[in-house]
């Protein structure tokens, strides 16, 4: 009888030690919440960089379109070459009793918090003001990297099963569109109060009140004070909430000795370079559209209003696309969330301006918007567990996976900033004019519409040769069970 207990111990103590093994890897709802909120900020001030920096260089501060395309060019550039060397560093910081990555989040964040809010501040020399906006930009960048590449690869050490990394992803997705939002109104709607007149031109029926514009223009700058004060706010706020209400799992980690590997891995070269063409066509709609909107559509008042409904579109079909692409697979998800998108940019430079219409596409094209979001996200942790079990002896290199791919959409959208930016110099765009020359129309349109879908259509085309779908997903699931 004894012998017959023992060894009926033995066949259970493996199911035993699994299911205790799935008890510590679960995650509570807090910890889902308090790990999505830490994604708000990147999203918070990247919604208001990428719509409001541009219009704000060229009409607030009232810089040259030569010298604000070297800002966000440069900025970008640099905010791209910080995030492999943040990268490195944090993979060779060592072990703390808070982790490895939390403690990163934690002390980047007072600093970036001021450097962001000196972005939006005008100084009153003007000689000098290119030198000032670019290093308080490149600064901000290099520290909010020290807080986004150790959150983003945080994501591999919440949990070591695949369907709670899923569903605290979808949470974070859901956070971070939520962040968007909530960038879009506070900065479009405190600065929106505050819109100073244009400048007329020579030709335009409108007068002409120095003194009202210059005081309307001083209560502009200081909506932006305002805006940026109450975002960074926010940031310290969710820094806070994801210091003390996550958990970090301790990992082995190693950086130079993987890269190779990394980089020769199939399936992220693909996912990396489908989604660079994807992420650049959507940051080139997102930094010209409050442009697009005051100049070609003549909608100045209501920009802010459309943008918000954009991310409002966005928030409320991510669960959509998570049980999309919970039920029909993620390679599946891709093509139809991001090619939803594609009619929406057509029509909104086909059809004349009317501010119904521009709401009307302006929400569909959110939806595609949250694909955008939600998928890079979802799919980068199946590409590390295929890493892993082609690679079983080589562990530790999320990092690796994270921070490279942040390099290239982040260069990517650097280019993309800088290049339009140049283009809108090279077609005479006037600083707060209160219209355009029509090469300006047509190079704004040409920015958030042809160039966009020559982009999304090139990322498409690389994802059918992306090699992970669900039969294989599901298989790198069970060996990796097996494996731990």
Request: contains cysteine; hydrophobic residues 45%; aromatic residues 14%.
């Amino acid at each position: 009888g004894e012998r017959e207990s023992a060894r009926l111990m033995c066949l259970t103590t493996p199911f035993v030690s699994l299911s205790q093994r799935e008890q510590k890897n679960r995650l509570s709802v807090c910890n889902k919440l308090c790990y999505a909120v830490g994604g708000a900020p990147y999203q918070i001030t990247g919604c208001a960089l990428g719509f409001f920096l541009q219009i704000y260089l060229l009409d607030v501060a009232q810089l040259d379109p030569f010298y604000a395309s070297i800002i966000l060019f440069v900025g970008r550039a640099w905010d791209a070459i910080t995030d492999p060397t943040i990268g490195f560093l944090v993979s060779r910081s060592p072990w703390t009793r808070f982790g490895r990555m939390l403690p990163w989040i934690l002390f980047s964040t007072p600093l970036a918090v001021v450097s962001y809010f000196l972005i939006w501040y005008v100084p009153v020399f003007e000689d000098g003001r290119v030198i000032w906006y670019l290093v308080f930009y490149c600064l901000f960048q290099t520290l909010q990297t020290c807080f986004h590449v150790p959150y983003s690869a945080l994501t591999m050490f919440i949990s070591e099963d695949q369907k709670e990394r899923d569903s605290a992803t979808a949470y974070r997705m859901t956070v971070e569109v939520l962040g968007t939002v909530i960038g879009t109104a506070v900065q479009g709607q405190i600065v929106g109060m505050a819109n100073a007149p244009c400048i007329p031109t020579p030709g335009d029926n409108v007068t002409a009140d120095g003194l009202n514009s210059s005081l309307l223009l001083e209560q502009e700058k200081t909506a932006y004070n305002i805006a940026s004060g109450v975002i960074c706010s926010i940031y310290v706020l969710c820094a806070v909430v994801l210091f003390f209400g996550v958990k970090e799992k301790k990992e082995r980690m190693s950086f130079w000795q993987g890269i190779r590997l990394v980089m020769g891995h199939g399936p992220y070269v693909k996912l990396v370079m489908g989604f660079l063409f994807t992420s650049l066509a959507f940051m080139l709609l997102e930094g010209n559209f409050a442009l697009f909107c005051c100049y070609t559509l003549g909608l100045r008042n209501d920009f802010q209003n459309i943008l918000l409904v954009i991310m409002l579109a966005a928030t409320l079909t991510i669960p959509f696309w998570q049980w999309f692409l919970t039920k029909f697979g993620k390679k599946t998800a891709v093509y139809i969330g991001i090619s939803s998108v594609i009619p929406f940019m057509i029509l909104v430079v086909c059809v004349k301006s009317n501010l119904i219409i521009t709401y009307l596409v302006s929400f569909a094209a959110g939806v595609g918007v949250a694909a955008a979001f939600l998928l890079p996200w979802s799919m980068l942790p199946d590409v590390v567990d295929d890493f892993q079990v082609q690679n079983p002896d080589s562990r530790g290199h999320e990092a690796i996976f994270y921070s490279f791919y942040v390099f290239f959409t982040k260069f990517a959208s650097g280019i993309s900033l800088g290049i339009s930016t140049l283009s809108l110099d090279f077609a005479g765009y006037m600083t707060r004019g209160c219209t355009q020359p029509e090469n300006v129309d047509i190079t704004l349109k040409v920015l958030v519409s042809a160039a966009p879908i020559g982009l999304l259509l090139i990322g498409l085309v690389i994802f059918r040769s992306y090699p992970i779908d669900e039969e294989r997903r599901q298989g790198n699931r069970k060996l990796l069970q097996e494996q731990r």
